[in-house]
């Protein structure tokens, strides 16, 4: 028979997978809920996904590509943007649902116990049917510019586990974080909208590691997605291997990664008290 | 522990701040790093739980009664782990199923079917444990024609019978019960007190918190009183033990059922001791007052100084707490009532004839006036009873003597 006990003197932080397993259902059956509810009544429903970056793309061809004209390595500007956006698509989408799932979920939350790691956890894959379609504008946009991506592509899905990684990572601690101060409700939005610009995403990040002292170019690799997006296009367009500095990135998502676990894993056991 | 305890709390205790909590925003916790203090850190401290302890057993069907902020609802959030104490040790054998609403989780746009597992998986139910129970389930809810439907498009009670439904499908070894249950029509109520009947007969143990007497003592085998988050008594003896939480509640001036003692209301003109809600006899009413019995308000109070403005009524509420009407002593054709400001001592009676009232939840208050000077009792602040009425129309509240004829 399966025992509970609640002790109030132990004081440590049991990340406790097991039952993060033993709640898989739930896991799925929410994840299955926010997928069924985000294009409910909307008339272009799935669309949606696609319409978004794709205007984000005509207007990054517009201004980065035909305007200032950066350079890409002989790569067609849009197959060259589209590499970035994807993951960026994905990154902003789930950083910003997991860090707002937490307090979305307040009713839930002080009405019945569960892991309540599953909130943000979920958003994730949530985060897979907007990124599956972007992928296939990705695909498209190979064949229409007919760019035969690189051998490199074998280290793709690494790439792509970091992405997921680096969003879940940030969706956690904000979401921990956003139960207890509201004020990071304001500065999400705010954090999406400027990743934009400073992520290598419309440009290479040569243009701007070239003008920077040292010290600020590992500076500039602090944001995850930095480095991520640096490899990401190289494991589908080739070219010279990541700059040392990507390591940065990678090694900040695995230290923020496991540090949420521990930080909402802490803040958990007060959180029906003062969501 | 021996083999046959379920739960077993010991020295529980809850602290929670109230006001100001201690770093609830940014910029205090960042001025707190650099040593800045701030008023709001002396946020006070309050017990709403203090050293709690006891053990159920298998079977056991436990009532906890007290007054609304005795703790009630603190005890049963950590039992259900959704909230943890800060001092003390629980053991629990066996499965928790808790209940502290229904319906928690349930999404609007999604379909009845959709809800069903979204609900049932969120209360501990494996899919696969709905799937196997999905058409019990959807039968005992007798929605079945819109299970393809999004709920937002149901009639409350539609929602509420399937939420239900889906949380009377549970097999827990523990069953978690708050009185949150107690909501909808009278019909659907006594629908999931048979169904906690036949889980407390099953040998679970269950635990309910509820300010229906007569469902804890139906339903119960022993019962647990909280009184300002100590546990005052614990006893196999139901009955007494709700008799002896009733005087203390009468005691404080608190209403119980459909009578309201030591009401203490009282200002120079005149005192407001006690009303309650009567047949025809004077006796105090039923439960559940039929459709076809008159309603009568009993009102007691004494008079120290005789103002002829002084004016008594009441106002009468339905579910909603939109008022439906009123009515005042003096406004009464019998000029007899024009002189109860002569007398010591008042008794009043204000009568809803029968079949006025259709089945519904009202709440009557009673209404204080020096006329055209000032209210002594304004709307909402008076003294009320609520009480019930079945039978009648349903889904709408007044049946007046309307009258039909032909031209």
Redesign the interface.
């Known amino acids: 028979m399966a025992t509970t006990i609640i002790d109030s003197s132990k004081k440590g932080i049991n990340l406790n997978f097991r039952e993060l397993y033993q709640y898989r259902d739930l896991f799925l059956t929410l994840t299955y809920r926010d997928i069924r509810v985000r294009y409910a009544q909307t008339f272009l429903g799935f669309l949606w996904a696609l319409i978004q970056p794709l205007a984000t793309l005509l207007i990054f061809t517009l201004i980065f590509g035909q305007a200032i004209q950066v350079d890409t390595g002989g790569v067609p500007y849009p197959v060259f943007a589209i590499c970035g956006m994807s993951a960026w698509t994905y990154f902003s989408f789930v950083m910003s649902n997991a860090g707002n799932s937490v307090i979305g979920a307040q009713g839930m939350i002080k009405k019945i116990y569960f892991p309540r790691l599953i909130i943000p956890l979920s958003k994730a894959v949530v985060g897979f049917v907007d990124y599956a379609i972007v992928c296939v504008l990705l695909v498209l946009m190979f064949i229409f510019y007919e760019t035969v991506p690189s051998s490199n592509i074998i280290y793709l899905p690494i790439f792509i586990i970091l992405t997921v990684l680096s969003a879940l990572s940030l969706g956690i601690w904000l979401s921990a974080l956003t139960v207890r101060y509201r004020d990071f409700q304001h500065l999400v939005p705010f954090m999406v909208q400027f990743g934009v610009y400073i992520t290598p995403i419309a440009f290479p990040s040569e243009l701007v590691i070239e003008r920077f002292p040292n010290w600020l170019s590992a500076f500039y690799y602090l944001n995850p997605m930095a480095g991520i997006v640096e490899g990401l296009r190289w494991s589908l367009l080739g070219g010279e291997f990541l700059h040392t500095y990507s390591y940065i990135s990678f090694s900040i998502v695995l230290v923020l990664f496991i540090s949420g676990l521990f930080y909402f894993r802490s803040v958990e056991k007060t959180m029906a008290d003062i969501v | 522990m021996q083999s046959d305890t379920v739960i077993d709390v010991q020295n529980l205790s809850k602290k929670?701040r109230i006001g100001a909590?201690k770093?609830?925003?940014?910029r205090e916790?960042i001025g707190g790093l650099f040593g800045a203090r701030s008023d709001s850190q002396e946020a006070t401290e309050f017990w709403a739980l203090k050293d709690v302890n006891f053990t159920l057993n298998h079977g056991d069907a436990v009532g906890i009664i007290g007054k609304n902020g005795a703790g009630k609802s603190t005890l049963l959030?950590?039992l259900?782990?959704?909230?943890?104490?800060?001092?003390?040790?629980?053991?629990?054998?066996?499965?928790?199923s808790?209940l502290?609403?229904v319906g928690?989780?349930f999404?609007p746009?999604?379909t009845g079917k959709?809800n069903i597992?979204?609900n049932g998986?969120?209360?501990?139910?494996?899919?696969k444990e709905v799937k196997s129970k999905f058409d019990e389930i959807v039968e005992f809810s007798g929605v079945e024609k819109f299970i393809s439907t999004p709920v937002k498009h149901y009639s409350s009670g539609m929602y509420v019978r399937l939420a239900f439904a889906v949380a009377a499908h549970l097999e827990p070894?523990i069953l978690i019960i708050d009185e949150v249950l107690a909501v909808g029509d009278a019909e659907f109520q006594k629908k999931c007190l048979g169904k906690m009947e036949d889980v407390a007969n099953q040998g679970r143990t269950v635990i309910f918190v509820s300010h229906n007497m007569d469902a804890v003592s139906n339903l119960c085998n022993s019962a647990i009183y909280i009184n300002d988050g100590r546990i005052e008594t614990i006893s196999k003896n139901v009955d007494g033990l709700i008799s002896k939480y009733l005087n203390n509640l009468q005691a404080n001036g608190y209403s119980h059922g459909l009578e309201f003692r030591n009401i203490g209301f009282k200002n120079e003109i005149h005192s407001i001791d006690r009303m309650a809600i009567m047949n025809d006899d004077f006796e105090l009413h039923q439960e559940n007052i039929h459709f076809d019995q008159n309603i009568n308000i009993l009102i007691e109070g004494k008079i120290f100084q005789n103002n002829p403005a002084l004016n008594l009524g009441v106002n009468l509420y339905n579910h909603r707490n939109d008022t439906l009407c009123w009515s005042w002593v003096k406004n009464d054709r019998n000029q007899e009532l024009k002189k109860m400001t002569d007398l010591k001592k008042i008794s009043l009676i204000c009568k809803i004839p029968k079949s006025t009232l259709n089945e519904g939840s009202y709440k009557v208050e009673i209404l204080s006036v020096l006329h055209n000077i000032k209210n002594l009792i304004k709307k909402t602040e008076g003294p009320a009873i609520t009480f019930n009425v079945v039978g009648g129309d349903k889904g709408v509240q007044l049946n007046l003597p309307l009258k039909w004829s032909y031209k």
């Not at chain 2, 770093?23 to 940014?26: F, S």
Request: hydrophobic fraction near 30%; avoid cysteine; proline fraction near 2%.
């Open positions: 929670y909590a770093k609830d925003n940014l916790t959030k950590i259900s782990r959704i909230t943890e104490p800060t001092t003390g040790r629980i053991q629990i054998n066996g499965r928790v808790s502290l609403e928690t989780g999404h746009e999604l959709e597992y979204l998986t969120i209360l501990g139910m494996s899919r070894d």
